[in-house]
């Protein structure tokens, strides 16, 4: 399953960079790619894990950056 | 601005104000310490927290802590005024970034407006207004005169002009009447059109396009994955550095510390690598979004880098230099009028719907009555063999003619020739040629202006055509009478002859040349617009028929480059120059602040640039 994830509020794009990098080991994840110029996600994982690996990433990104609004 | 940045900005004016005065005030000692604590907390206590909390969280390193390190090393070192400072144009420094950044996205976001907000569906004989997402094949869509047009479909009713700069940057308007196809994300601009939906939303051109252009900065250039590597190893190359430079010279030396500390903590203000992973991105995404702007849609960052180091072209003939629409251009009948031998030629060809069969019926201009042939047989790459009015036909090329040893004239006209013979006796040949477009030889001159070392001409058409259309373009090289698979193989030959950095781009009408636009290095199709063959198969998409676009985003290409490269250079050089003054205390706080925000600015301005197409 593929969806995109608007992160209003993204505008440090060394930290998109970092966000992608560590989402992207998260398990499950097929592939990942965060859009700093356009402030999305592009999140692909297993359908049965999706959930659980939305809300893992979800976590990452308040870490790395809590300034972001995750809009699934 | 957003409230955001509003709410910012007026933090920064307050602290700057209260600086000033902290500067002016009389006081000394613990009392300065404590008027300067007060501006350091109200303009920059948010990065502090932010540092503690990445601490926390694990993040060391990034540019809140490096930051506040910085800062709080000023003030330990007794320099108040600077540690405020610091924090207070590294303040304005992100503001600016982040209203920068805001704005071009912004303009990007306008340069990309095509997307129709609602469309009229007429249900139950009453329009209703509705988001096109919710529009269903077969609907019936009723657009306004200055309306967008939101879905792809055919003309039921209505004559109007259409306007498709957003899409083609074409300014002459298009005619769009009964039954023709039309394309969503156009403007309607003069009649009332009833449409008949052919296509959903999320299928239709403008969501294509939109979807593309979004999509197309996730395919990373190179120069930004240098950026990316590097900032990744940058950081903590100069943290450590700082490190160093703390300690090793008065250990070494029994300097004073305090010296070397200051000097360290100029280090830290200078390692965060943002201006670079900020305007890289940009540029490409300014010169992505300039060359939708003019009618060329680029899929990837990647692509607009390898169009600028493009050495040898590669074109299809039919569709791409040439019109693809075949037309008679001359009739030499023996012994018969012009007239007849056109007539006969009509009724040999009327099963046939080979583009030059087409011609031939088209130039004929009458109905064609079936019941006059009979014994029909189409002989494969020579012609037709049929009874047209009880007397055997042929009709075809030279091979056939000489297959049937029938004695005829091989014309040195370059066009395409259906030979005629009635009979078993020659009657004459039907000339058709496919005209050349009307900037072809345009796009070619331009082409070789831009650097363009090779052009070259792949066809599967007669050698005596394919050279003349070759000739007339002042093309370099001509392969003709190529079959499909002949073509892939010419490529290859192509790609090994150039140099190891430059790149080969083919361009192609995207119909029937796709396994030689995935081979090239860049895949060009023409004709974009309302084919989503070709909007599929290549790398860029010209959304019109004019090659000439190729040397316009070639252009685009090289000024987006030249502006990464003047970033590149800018950023690492200020930077550079600022870590080795630094290291032997010759510049102060203030140089690194500048060339940490200072210089991002300026990078992002310079970014901005690449939108803009009109000067190139």
Same mark, same amino acid.
């Given at each position: 399953?593929?969806?995109?994830?608007?992160?209003?509020?993204?505008?440090?794009?060394?930290?998109?960079?970092?966000?992608?990098?560590?989402?992207?080991?998260?398990?499950?994840?097929?592939?990942?790619?965060?859009?700093?110029?356009?402030?999305?996600?592009?999140?692909?994982?297993?359908?049965?894990?999706?959930?659980?690996?939305?809300?893992?990433?979800?976590?990452?990104?308040?870490?790395?950056?809590?300034?972001?609004?995750?809009?699934? | 601005?957003?409230?955001?940045?509003?709410?910012?900005?007026?933090?920064?004016?307050?602290?700057?104000?209260?600086?000033?005065? @902290?500067?002016?005030?009389?006081?000394?000692?613990?009392? !300065?310490?404590?008027?300067?604590?007060?501006?350091?907390?109200?303009?920059?206590?948010?990065?502090?927290?932010? @540092?503690?909390?990445?601490?926390?969280?694990?993040?060391?390193?990034?540019?809140?802590?490096?930051?506040?390190?910085?800062? %709080?090393?000023?003030?330990?070192?007794?320099?108040?005024?600077?540690?405020?400072?610091?924090?207070?144009?590294?303040?304005?420094?992100?503001?600016?970034?982040?209203?920068?950044?805001?704005?071009?996205?912004?303009?990007?976001?306008?340069?990309?407006?095509?997307?129709? =907000?609602?469309?009229?569906?007429?249900?139950?004989?009453?329009?209703?207004?509705?988001?096109?997402?919710?529009?269903?094949?077969?609907?019936?869509?009723?657009?306004?005169?200055?309306?967008?047009?939101?879905?792809?479909?055919?003309?039921?009713?209505?004559? #109007?002009?259409?306007?498709?700069?957003?899409?083609?940057?074409?300014? %002459?308007?298009?005619?769009?009447?009964?039954?023709?196809?039309?394309?969503?994300?156009?403007?309607?601009?003069?009649?009332?059109?009833?449409?008949?939906?052919?296509?959903?939303?999320?299928?239709?051109? %403008?969501?294509?396009?939109?979807?593309?252009?979004?999509?197309?900065?996730?395919?990373?250039?190179?120069?930004?994955?240098?950026?990316?590597?590097?900032?990744?190893?940058?950081?903590?190359? %100069?943290?450590?550095?700082?490190?160093?430079?703390?300690?090793?010279?008065?250990?070494?030396?029994?300097?004073?510390? #305090?010296?070397?500390?200051?000097?360290?903590?100029?280090?830290?203000?200078?390692?965060?690598?943002?201006?670079?992973?900020?305007?890289?991105?940009?540029?490409?995404?300014?010169?992505?979004?300039?060359a #939708?702007?003019s009618g060329v849609?680029v899929?990837?960052?990647?692509y607009?880098?390898?169009l600028a180091?493009t050495?040898v072209i590669v074109f299809d003939?039919?569709?791409t230099l040439?019109?693809?629409?075949?037309?008679?251009?001359?009739?030499?009948?023996?012994?018969?009028?012009?007239?007849?031998?056109?007539?006969?030629?009509?009724?040999?060809?009327?099963?046939?719907?080979?583009?030059?069969?087409?011609?031939?019926?088209?130039?004929?201009?009458?109905?064609?009555?079936?019941?006059?042939?009979?014994?029909?047989?189409?002989?494969?790459?020579?012609?037709?063999?049929?009874?047209?009015?009880?007397?055997?036909?042929?009709?075809?090329?030279?091979?056939?003619?000489? !297959?049937?040893?029938?004695?005829?004239?091989?014309?040195?006209?370059?066009?395409?020739?259906?030979?005629?013979?009635?009979?078993?006796?020659?009657?004459?040949?039907?000339?058709?040629?496919?005209?050349?477009k009307?900037d072809s !030889?345009q796009a070619i001159q331009e082409l070789k202006a831009a650097g363009i070392?090779?052009t070259?001409?792949?066809?599967?058409?007669?050698?005596?055509?394919?050279?003349?259309? @070759?000739?007339?373009?002042?093309?370099?090289?001509?392969?003709?009478?190529?079959?499909?698979?002949?073509?892939? =193989?010419?490529?290859?030959?192509?790609?090994?002859?150039?140099?190891?950095?430059?790149k080969?781009a083919f361009v192609g009408?995207?119909?029937? =040349?796709?396994?030689?636009?995935?081979?090239a290095?860049i895949g060009i199709a023409m004709g974009g617009?309302?084919?989503?063959?070709?909007?599929?198969?290549a790398d860029v998409v010209i959304m019109t028929d004019e090659p000439s676009k190729i040397a316009q985003v070639m252009k685009i290409s090289k000024?987006?480059?030249?502006?990464?490269?003047?970033?590149?250079?800018?950023?690492?050089?200020?930077?550079?120059?600022?870590?080795?003054?630094?290291?032997?205390?010759?510049?102060?706080?203030?140089?690194?602040?500048?060339?940490?925000?200072?210089?991002?600015?300026?990078?992002?301005?310079?970014?901005?640039?690449?939108?803009?197409?009109?000067?190139?």
């Amino acid at each position: 399953m593929k969806k995109i994830i608007k992160l209003q509020d993204l505008d440090c794009a060394n930290c998109a960079a970092k966000i992608e990098n560590a989402v992207k080991k998260l398990e499950g994840v097929t592939n990942v790619k965060v859009n700093f110029l356009s402030q999305r996600m592009e999140l692909e994982a297993a359908d049965d894990k999706y959930d659980s690996v939305l809300n893992e990433a979800k976590r990452i990104i308040k870490k790395i950056e809590p300034d972001v609004t995750v809009k699934a | 601005m957003s409230k955001r940045e509003r709410k910012r900005l007026l933090r920064i004016l307050i602290s700057a104000v209260l600086y000033i005065a @902290a500067i002016l005030l009389p006081v000394g000692g613990i009392g !300065r310490l404590a008027v300067f604590l007060v501006v350091y907390g109200i303009i920059g206590g948010d990065i502090l927290l932010k @540092a503690l909390r990445n601490i926390l969280h694990g993040q060391v390193f990034d540019e809140n802590f490096l930051m506040s390190v910085a800062t %709080v090393g000023a003030f330990c070192l007794g320099e108040y005024p600077e540690g405020v400072a610091v924090m207070l144009f590294y303040q304005v420094g992100e503001w600016f970034q982040s209203y920068a950044v805001s704005k071009s996205r912004r303009s990007i976001a306008e340069l990309m407006d095509i997307r129709p =907000d609602y469309a009229n569906v007429l249900r139950d004989g009453q329009l209703v207004q509705v988001d096109p997402e919710e529009v269903q094949v077969g609907d019936t869509v009723v657009v306004k005169p200055g309306e967008r047009i939101p879905l792809d479909g055919i003309v039921t009713e209505g004559v #109007s002009s259409i306007d498709t700069s957003a899409l083609t940057g074409e300014s %002459v308007p298009r005619d769009a009447e009964a039954g023709q196809a039309i394309i969503s994300g156009c403007i309607n601009q003069t009649g009332r059109l009833t449409i008949q939906v052919t296509k959903e939303f999320g299928e239709s051109t %403008v969501a294509k396009i939109l979807e593309l252009v979004e999509n197309a900065s996730d395919k990373k250039s190179k120069s930004e994955n240098f950026i990316t590597k590097f900032a990744r190893y940058y950081t903590p190359v %100069v943290v450590i550095a700082a490190a160093l430079l703390a300690v090793l010279p008065p250990l070494l030396t029994g300097q004073e510390f #305090s010296i070397w500390i200051a000097r360290a903590l100029t280090f830290l203000v200078i390692s965060c690598p943002c201006a670079l992973v900020i305007s890289i991105p940009l540029s490409f995404f300014g010169g992505i979004g300039g060359a #939708s702007r003019s009618g060329v849609l680029v899929k990837g960052s990647n692509y607009l880098e390898a169009l600028a180091a493009t050495e040898v072209i590669v074109f299809d003939k039919t569709g791409t230099l040439t019109k693809g629409s075949f037309a008679v251009s001359s009739i030499q009948p023996e012994d018969m009028a012009a007239a007849e031998l056109l007539e006969i030629a009509a009724h040999a060809e009327d099963y046939s719907n080979h583009p030059i069969a087409l011609s031939i019926k088209k130039a004929h201009g009458k109905e064609v009555d079936s019941s006059r042939v009979t014994d029909i047989e189409e002989i494969a790459g020579h012609g037709v063999r049929a009874v047209i009015d009880g007397k055997e036909t042929l009709a075809g090329n030279g091979k056939l003619m000489a !297959r049937e040893k029938i004695h005829y004239k091989p014309a040195s006209s370059a066009g395409t020739l259906v030979h005629l013979a009635i009979e078993g006796k020659y009657a004459g040949y039907i000339c058709i040629e496919d005209e050349i477009k009307e900037d072809s !030889r345009q796009a070619i001159q331009e082409l070789k202006a831009a650097g363009i070392r090779k052009t070259v001409m792949l066809t599967g058409d007669a050698d005596a055509v394919g050279q003349k259309v @070759a000739g007339e373009l002042k093309l370099d090289k001509a392969y003709t009478e190529l079959l499909p698979a002949d073509k892939v =193989d010419r490529l290859e030959e192509l790609m090994g002859e150039k140099s190891a950095k430059g790149k080969l781009a083919f361009v192609g009408d995207g119909i029937n =040349d796709a396994p030689v636009l995935t081979r090239a290095d860049i895949g060009i199709a023409m004709g974009g617009l309302g084919s989503d063959a070709a909007i599929e198969a290549a790398d860029v998409v010209i959304m019109t028929d004019e090659p000439s676009k190729i040397a316009q985003v070639m252009k685009i290409s090289k000024k987006t480059l030249w502006i990464v490269r003047q970033n590149i250079v800018l950023a690492l050089g200020v930077k550079g120059i600022v870590l080795v003054l630094g290291a032997f205390g010759l510049a102060s706080m203030w140089a690194a602040v500048f060339s940490d925000v200072g210089v991002s600015v300026i990078a992002i301005l310079n970014a901005i640039r690449a939108l803009n197409i009109k000067k190139l």
